[in-house]
C-alpha cells in the first residue's frame, strides 16, 4: 500500500490520543459528575435501606432488573456484530469493529452491575459464586441466576479477549509513534509485538478462533437471561420463544446503540473519512432486519397469547395492550417499529441523521420493551387480591440515569487511550487486488476520501 | 416415618375475623410498617385474609379465603434461590434460611400465591410492643424474604419434648398461631402421613381442592369450598 497513505491513517486515527482539547475534560467531568452521583445514590440505598426504591409486593423486580437486561442487551452490539462481520468477511467492518467491540465490553461491566445493585443483601453478592466455604454449600445450579454468573462472566472474559486481541498490533503503532510514558506504558501492552509473520499468523488465527466462540456465547448469554423470566410461572413469562425473543431483541438494540456510538465519534472525532454513510447505511439496513424480526417476535407472542385466552395470561396482555401499561406499550410499539420501519426503509431517509434518529428510538423502545416484561406480569400475577402497581422511586431513577453517563464517560476515556478505529484493520482493508474487494469497498475507497 | 405437615381451610367456617393474621405476627415477630409504607405495598402478613365479593349491591356476598404458603410439594421458588435460601426439608416443609439469603426475590417473583416478603427496611415495633418478641423466632435483618414457616418453632419443640418424653405425636400435638387462635376453627393443622389424622381425613374431603391447582405446584393445604351463602 501507499507509504504516504498508511503515514496518513496513523496520523488521522491517532490524533484523537495525542491531542486533547478543554471539552474533553468538561466533558469527562460532567459525566463523572453524573456517575459518582449514581454511586452515591447506590450507598444511600445501601445505608438507609432497599425500601428507599419503589420496589412492592408484588413487583419485587423493576428498574434495575430492566436495567439489568437493557444493558447486557445493548453488549450484544459489538462482539456479535463484528464477530459475524469478520466471518463473513464484510469489507466495510473494519472501521466498525473496535467501536462495537467496546461498546459490549463497558454495557456488559455496566449490566452485571445490576444483579448486585438490585440485591437486598448486595454486600453478600459473592455467595452467587462457587467457591469452597466455611458454609461448605455451593450455590444452587438448578437457579438461573447462577446460570447468569457463568453466562455473563464466560462472555465479559471472551469479549475483552476478543477486544484486546486486534488492539495489540495497534498498541504496537502507538508504541512507535510516541515518546515519553505512552511509549513505555503502550510498549507494556503490545506484548512484544513486533509485525513478524508468525506473529501476524498466530494473531489472525487467534482473532478467528474467538470470532466463532464468541457467537455461541453471546446467543447464550441472552437465552439465559430469558430463562431468568421463563423460568417462573409467571403469566406471559412462562414462555418458550423468550430466548431468541431477547437474543433478537438485545441484537437490534445494539446495533442501535452501535450507530449512535458511531455517529458520535464521527461528529466529535472527526472521523468523516473513516465513518462513511455507506456504514450507517449498512447498520440502518441490519437495524431494519432486525426491526422486522422483533415486531414478528411480539406478534408471535401477542397473538397466540390472545387466541389462547389463557384467564391470568389475559390479564398481564389487558393490562398492556389496554390498561395502565397502554401508553407505555404504545410508545414502544411507535419507537421499535414504526419510526424504525420508516426511516430505514426509504433509502432518501437512510442518512446518517435518519439512522442515528432511528437509533435513538430503538433504544428508548427497547428499554420500554424490557420493562413492559417485567413489570406488568409481576403486577398481575395469579391471585386477584395480590395485585399491585409500580411506581420508581428517585434512586431508582437517578442509578438509572447514571449508567447512561458510565457509559459515555467509559466510551469518551477508551476513545481518548486507544484508537478506536483499528489502524492495522483499515490498512489491511486497502486491498492489494481491489477488483476483488467487496463492492462496498471499491465505491468508497480510502484514498477517495482524502481530497 | 417422617411427618409430612398440612394445613386444611374450612371456607365455610372462616368468619374473615383476621386473628390467624394477629396472632401470626404476634407469634413469628413480623414487624408491622405503618400506614405509609403499607399504602406502598410493604405490608407483611405470612398469612392473609383475601376478601372477594360476589353479585351486585344490595345482592352482594363477601368471601373470605386465608392464604399462608401452601408448602408446595414441588415448590417453584425452590429451584430458583441461588444460595439455597429456599429449600425443602426433609419433613416436606418450605424453608426459608435467613441467614443464606442475599436477597434476589427471585422466589417471590416464582411464587404464584405471592406469599413471600421482603424486608425493605430493618424491622422496627412501636413501644412497647417491641418487648414482647418471640424468643424463640429470629428477627430478620433489611434486604432478606420472609415467610409462613407454619411455625416450625412450634413443631421442633413439640418434636423434641414427645422425643424427650419417648412418646409418639399425636393428632392436634402441634399447632401454629394462626390454627390456635382460629376460633371458628377454620384452620386445622397436622400431620399428612397419620391417614386418621383430621387434616387428612378433611384433604380428602370432595369439597377439598387446591389452590391454583392447574399449575401443578402441590400444594400441602386443602380448602374446603364454601356450600352456604352469607
Partial sequence: MNQALAQRLSDDLLRPMLHTSWRFYALVACLGAIVAMGIGTWFYQMYMGFGMTGINMPIYWAFYITNFVFWIGISHAGTLISAILRLVNAGWRRPVTRCAEVITVFALMIGAMFPIIHLGRPWLFFWLMPYPSNRMIWPNFRSPLVWDFFAISTYLTGSVLFLLLPMIPDFALVRDKTTGWRRRIYGKLALGWQGTTKQWHRLESAMQIMAIAIIPVAVSVHTIVSFDFSMAPVPMWHSTMFGPYFVAGAIFSGIAALIIAMAALRKFLHMEEYLHPIHFQNLGKLLLMMCLLWAYFIFAERLTTWYGNEQSEMEVFRVTQRGSFAPLYWTMIVCNFVVPFVLLSLKKLRTVAGCVTASFSVLVGMWLERFLIVVPSLSHKYLPYTWGHYRPRPVEIMITVSTFAAMTLLYTLFAKLVPIISVWELKVGEHPFPQESPADVRQHPLWKAHP | MPHRWGMA??????????????????????????????????????????????????????????????????????????????????????????????????????????????????????????????????????????????????????????????RELEDGDVKPACVQSCSAKALVFGDLNDPESVVSRLSRSPRGAKLLDDLGTLPKVTYLSKQTQA
Fill in chain 2, 9 to 166: 381451610v374450612d371456607l365455610d367456617r372462616c368468619t374473615g375475623c383476621g386473628a390467624c393474621v394477629t396472632a401470626c405476627h404476634a407469634e413469628n415477630n413480623i414487624p408491622t410498617v405503618g400506614p405509609d409504607q403499607a399504602a406502598r405495598g410493604r405490608a407483611m402478613h405470612w398469612i392473609r385474609v383475601e376478601r372477594y365479593w360476589e353479585g351486585e349491591f344490595p345482592d352482594a356476598h363477601l368471601k373470605f379465603r386465608p392464604v399462608m404458603c401452601q408448602q408446595c410439594d414441588a415448590a417453584p421458588c425452590e429451584p430458583v434461590c441461588p444460595t439455597y435460601a429456599s429449600h425443602h426439608t426433609e419433613e416436606g416443609l418450605n424453608a426459608q434460611v435467613y441467614n443464606r439469603c442475599i436477597g434476589t426475590r427471585y422466589c417471590a417473583n416464582a411464587c404464584p400465591y405471592n406469599v413471600r416478603f421482603f424486608d425493605f427496611f430493618n424491622p422496627q415495633w412501636p413501644k412497647p410492643l417491641h418487648l414482647q418478641l418471640n424468643p424463640d423466632v429470629s428477627v430478620r435483618e433489611v434486604g432478606v424474604m420472609e415467610k409462613c414457616t407454619f411455625c416450625v418453632q412450634r413443631i421442633n419443640a413439640v418434636e423434641i419434648d414427645a422425643k424427650a418424653a419417648k
